[in-house]
């Protein structure tokens, strides 16, 4: 393991000693170990012995993998007593709270759980044994272990990833309640846990049996109850309280380009049971509630199950920024691994058959790999005529010729289609009120024909692509007389589902899906990396330095396959002649500035225009920055450690790393001023896995080796010309 040690015969001042603590603490490559850990290397860079295992101890069930410990007390009912976090020893519980909650016809019955807590500020190992269970609650009868089952079918053939997985490794808990209250009998509560190998990540969520003979009403449920200690003393109010270290988002997600804007289920509660806090009004955040704000009030009828959303709970052993955000994509990279899917695209403005071709042409040249009709082409999938259809098939079957894959938009939000169609506020009792203005209802019989339609669309045409935008299912729609909803309280989870369930089934046609939404979890392979869309009409030098501020703040949480970002080569939303490429031998180093820093960061963008090229000299631009790219296509796909955001001022940068290849990083460097730049630059290269001395490859083949410091970070001198890049490649 490599962990900086202090040598104890040294002879330091109590001062100096507390100072080199402090240091090696706030470094990203080291930890605090707690005793008797298991911990033997750092699963950000190796994740080999952390194995998932679910171990039976008496009266306790345990979740294990060396990185995280969950422990299920199961008699005389069953209740998390510890959930801790072994890289840091910290334990994330101060109390005990049921383990669901559910709400059947109207009336909330807890899921396991004990009581008898005198204090609930912190726990105490033996009072555990003194708690009894709660006999109007959901009661433990048996559990299930297996291995975890894949949540949809992926496995592409067609196009790049870097997956080492279709399905993650692991173990799957199954604790199974049953009630003896006769209004709930033969209805069966099952809390699911997940234990992932290689990450300290759980995840939960609850279904559903109905084994009885009369229907019941899910009116709501509370899939996770979590009692972890405060992180703030504050007595008076508080407009924002600090959250435990670890990140919690559910595959519940939509309405937003980050996991923070789009997470709907996650909420922070304050605790009634918890008298002895500090704050005056007992209204400190401390609870964490995995539910729906509405609903579902879901019919489930006898004989069939129904299941909540999944909540994933990643410890974090570090407050570091990059560390914390590498941790989160990992988890992408692990329960999305469609996610990393990354073709390179175009995106064509026109469905004209002879410019489509000489599109398809242009990207056989010059090493592109696949075609998106983009809005405003003409395309309409939902035209399921013979003619229409048969045109786009001609098409598709033209670039599968010539091995590329075509694939087109479709809108769905953010227009109206009728009255009795769109969404119903809740307010007013009328169309309107939804995220953007009008919309339809998916769960609407014109919705569900929609997805019909576009299902039929790619089937027939044999489209390798859906470039989706919609269906946003965070409008609640109030109407009652929409076919597959009852009203306002299950109309968000139904559109979820009706969503996910098409993005499942894009998943198994192997269809690539972009989304500018957060469906990552239920089969999205990408969203916007996080602009605002005027932008891209301002001139073209301050679309430049802005779309690297794009990239550097769009791949803290998201990997490079994950996003999207944007190239107007034609006129987008105003801005002229100033602010697009075309013709493109104009404006070759434009061109060649947005591809650098796109290709250089592993970000796809949207290459919106009629072509790729318009001369010999624009061809052979494209050509290079496409063939720099796929020679390093594996590192340049890999995580990003952000040096320096673009401020106009100075050099920025960021560099990819990758410990488990043979080039272990990639610098890109900018320049944005009039001057040439002649720096020493700091590279933080810990998660490279280098240890003690590195070779610094250059475009022109020069090598040159350079000593890591103590902190694994390495001194180079860099010259970036003016208004320009430089790039070299760590081995």
Not at 413 to 418: L, T
Not at 516 to 523: K, S, T, W
Not at 663 to 674: E, I, Q, R
Request: net charge negative.
């Amino acid at each position: 393991m490599r962990i900086l040690t202090l040598n104890l015969k040294l002879k330091l001042t109590e001062n100096m000693l507390k100072s080199h603590v402090l240091t090696i603490l706030l470094t990203a490559s080291t930890f605090c170990f707690a005793q008797n850990t298991k911990v033997s290397t750092d699963w950000l860079l190796n994740t080999n012995g952390f194995t998932a295992e679910v171990i039976e101890k008496g009266k306790n069930i345990v979740l294990d993998n060396g990185l995280v410990h969950r422990t299920i007390r199961i008699a005389p009912n069953a209740a998390t007593v510890e959930f801790k976090n072994i890289t840091t020893g910290e334990s994330m519980l101060r109390s005990i709270k049921p383990e669901a909650e559910v709400s059947i016809n109207g009336k909330a019955y807890a899921v396991g759980g004990l009581l008898g807590l005198k204090e609930h500020g912190y726990l105490l190992e033996e009072w555990i044994d003194d708690l009894t269970a709660d006999p109007n609650a959901f009661q433990y009868v048996k559990h299930h272990v297996s291995e975890i089952k894949p949540k949809l079918n992926w496995n592409t053939k067609k196009r790049y990833h870097t997956a080492k997985n279709t399905v993650p490794k692991g173990k799957e808990l199954i604790l199974q309640f049953e009630h003896s209250a006769e209004e709930v009998q033969g209805v069966l509560v099952n809390v699911h846990y997940e234990i992932y190998d290689g990450i300290p990540l759980v995840s939960k969520w609850i279904s559903i049996e109905n084994t009885s003979n009369a229907k019941i009403e899910i009116t709501g449920f509370k899939s996770e109850i979590l009692a972890f200690p405060e992180l703030e003393n504050f007595v008076e109010p508080s407009k924002r309280w600090r959250r435990p270290n670890m990140h919690v988002e559910s595959d519940y997600s939509f309405g937003g380009f980050s996991s923070e804007e789009s997470e709907t289920s996650i909420f922070w509660e304050y605790d009634p049971e918890y008298t002895s806090q500090v704050n005056w009004l007992m209204k400190t955040e401390c609870l964490l509630v995995s539910k729906l704000e509405v609903g579902p009030n879901v019919t489930l009828a006898p004989n069939s199950t129904f299941e909540s959303f999944h909540t994933y709970e990643l410890l974090q052993d570090s407050s570091a920024r990059e560390r914390s955000s590498l941790g989160t994509r990992k988890m992408y990279r692990l329960l999305a691994p469609w996610s990393t899917e990354n073709p390179i695209f175009m995106h064509l403005t026109t469905t004209d058959p002879k410019k489509v071709k000489n599109a398809i042409d242009q990207c056989v040249d010059t090493g592109y790999e696949m075609v998106i009709l983009s809005f405003g082409s003409g395309l309409n999938m939902e035209d399921n005529s013979q003619k229409n259809i048969q045109k786009f098939k001609r098409l598709a079957d033209y670039a599968h010729s010539k091995g590329i894959e075509l694939g087109g938009y479709s809108l769905f939000s953010s227009r109206k289609i009728s009255d009795s169609v769109d969404v119903i506020d809740k307010e007013t009792g009328k169309p309107g009120g939804a995220k953007f203005g009008n919309a339809p209802c998916l769960a609407s019989e014109w919705g569900h024909g929609y997805l019909e339609k576009i299902k039929h669309f790619l089937d027939k045409t044999g489209f390798d692509l859906l470039e989706h935008d919609g269906p946003y299912p965070g409008d609640y729609c109030a109407s009652t007389n929409h076919k597959y909803h009852k009203g306002y309280e299950d109309s968000q989870w139904e559109q979820w589902n009706m969503t996910k369930d098409f993005y499942h089934w894009l998943k198994e046609k192997d269809i690539y899906l972009n989304a500018p939404d957060f469906y990552y979890l239920q089969g999205s392979n990408k969203c916007g990396i996080g602009y605002r869309e005027v932008n891209w009409s301002l001139p073209r030098e301050q679309q430049i330095i802005l779309g690297r501020q794009n990239i550097y703040d769009g791949t803290w949480e998201k990997t490079p396959s994950m996003a999207w970002t944007f190239v107007p080569l034609t006129e987008y939303h105003g801005g002229g002649a100033e602010a697009t490429l075309e013709p493109l031998n104009d404006h070759l180093d434009s061109y060649r500035a947005h591809m650098a820093q796109n290709y250089g960061s592993g970000v796809q963008a949207c290459y919106r225009g009629p072509r790729l090229y318009d001369t010999e000299a624009t061809k052979k631009l494209v050509i290079e920055q496409i063939s720099h790219y796929k020679k390093y296509r594996d590192l340049l796909n890999s995580d990003i450690i952000h040096l320096r955001r673009p401020d106009g001022r100075f050099w920025d940068g960021f560099m990819h790393v990758n410990p488990q290849s043979n080039d272990k990083g990639l610098v890109m460097l900018f320049n944005p001023t009039s001057k040439m730049i002649k720096e020493k630059v700091k590279l933080p290269l810990y998660y490279t896995g280098l240890e003690d001395e590195i070779s610094i490859l250059d475009k022109d083949g020069n090598s040159r080796k350079v000593k890591l410091n103590r902190d694994f970070d390495a001194m180079v001198e860099v010259s970036i010309p003016a208004k320009n890049y430089m790039w070299f490649v760590i081995r």
